[in-house]
């Protein structure tokens, strides 16, 4: 029997209205599929505003606490959106992360799935009923809630195709697909018919809000069948697959939610970088950038999100007053593409239009699929659409 998974980020459920195209699309759909797993995020903005009223209460709040509140958001958007197709003479039946049998790591705010048992969803489904599981969370060993971070309704639903080796997940959104660049920002963005695990693994590293980023990964451990799509159009989406096509850029994405911080001492001691990084780590904290700049002084540089910010600063604010921590902000700019690093065409095209433009690099890294430069200020859109026009047909 055919099975499919189907998500629904939050625009698409954003109010009843919205509410009502989904679900005439799951009811479409089941004329093609036999078995059908929904997996929806929460309403609009409700997470943004949950978190907003729990930092109003505390300025660092407790994780798990916080884990307790957010996770009601996709709850909501499950026990609506099953009410609504049972009204419309389709037998449903919604579920929480943790009724569905996804099992987490003990982190807060950011779990991993360990192991899904989807005992429960396939009896649900023997029993005739569409499934409608809420994503974006888990429960731990400890019996505990966890979320595994923004965007991880995208995880849940591919996590679940694995898991009941579905013939297809469909990602839902308000975007027709998988673009070359944001496009609100870069009008000449340009719809990819398919993209390669490893090129949306960098896209989604480089922080463009596409898909969650650890989907992709399980998406390409199990050799899954993911397609982007619109809730709101029959226009063909983005299919996200194994094949690599020729060397070319296939997406240019701008980072502006990073802060860079520094840590400032007299003395520059090995084993005391290595304890700081490792009490990083302990906080579930993983900086995307760890370098001590100086061979005698400690003058410690690291990159971490804006999101990660206040905790970073607190933790070592709090543990070493012996150092100066300061941050900055940063702009990150990734130009991504299977093997646009084997010949240097692309980071001389890229390099003489910043140079052009008098924009001062700080950094460049490179990796076989991407062009990674930091800068320190923000760069004009027009500056970006001359880079897509110049780098991507």
Not at 66 to 72: A, E, H, R
Not at 143 to 151: A, M, Q, V
Not at 304 to 333: F, G, H, N, R, W
């Amino acid at each position: 029997m055919s099975t499919v998974i189907l998500k629904f980020g939050g625009s698409s459920v954003a109010d009843n209205i919205r509410l009502n195209i989904v679900a005439e699309k799951i009811i479409s759909l089941k004329e093609e599929f036999d078995n059908i797993v929904v997996v929806v995020s929460a309403q609009g903005k409700t997470t943004d505003k949950l978190l907003k009223e729990a930092q109003e209460l505390s300025a660092i709040p407790n994780e798990r606490e916080v884990d307790m509140l957010i996770s009601t958001g996709e709850q909501i958007t499950a026990a609506k959106l099953s009410i609504l197709l049972n009204r419309k003479g389709h037998k449903t039946i919604s579920l929480t992360g943790w009724q569905a049998g996804i099992y987490t790591n003990n982190v807060h705010k950011s779990a991993k799935i360990e192991q899904i048992c989807p005992d429960k969803i396939i009896k649900e489904l023997e029993k005739g009923n569409i499934v409608v599981v809420a994503g974006f969370q888990g429960i731990n060993e400890e019996n505990e809630i966890t979320t595994l971070g923004r965007g991880g309704s995208d995880t849940t639903a591919v996590a679940l195709q694995a898991a009941l080796n579905a013939d297809k997940c469909y990602i839902f959104s308000d975007v027709d697909g998988i673009y070359s660049a944001d496009p609100n920002m870069i009008k000449v963005a340009k719809k990819l018919s398919e993209i390669s695990f490893d090129e949306m693994q960098e896209i989604a590293d480089a922080g463009a809000k596409v898909l969650h980023n650890r989907c992709i990964q399980i998406g390409n451990k199990f050799n899954c069948n993911i397609v982007a799509k619109s809730t709101f159009s029959d226009n063909g989406g983005t299919i996200i697959c194994k094949k690599i096509e020729n060397s070319e850029v296939k997406g240019i994405v701008k980072n502006d939610k990073l802060v860079k911080i520094k840590i400032v001492g007299d003395i520059h001691k090995t084993d005391k970088v290595i304890e700081i990084y490792q009490k990083l780590l302990n906080e579930n904290s993983i900086p995307e950038y760890f370098h001590n700049t100086e061979q005698e002084k400690m003058n410690l540089e690291l990159r971490v999100t804006k999101a990660e910010s206040e905790k970073v600063l607190e933790l070592l604010e709090t543990k070493y007053p012996e150092y100066d921590v300061t941050q900055s902000e940063m702009i990150k700019l990734s130009i991504v593409g299977y093997a646009i690093t084997q010949d240097n065409k692309v980071l001389n095209k890229v390099i003489h239009i910043l140079q052009q433009n008098k924009i001062e690099v700080l950094d460049i890294n490179l990796t076989q699929s991407k062009i990674e430069i930091v800068l320190e200020k923000d760069i004009e859109n027009r500056i970006l659409e001359e880079l897509h026009r110049e780098l991507i047909n």
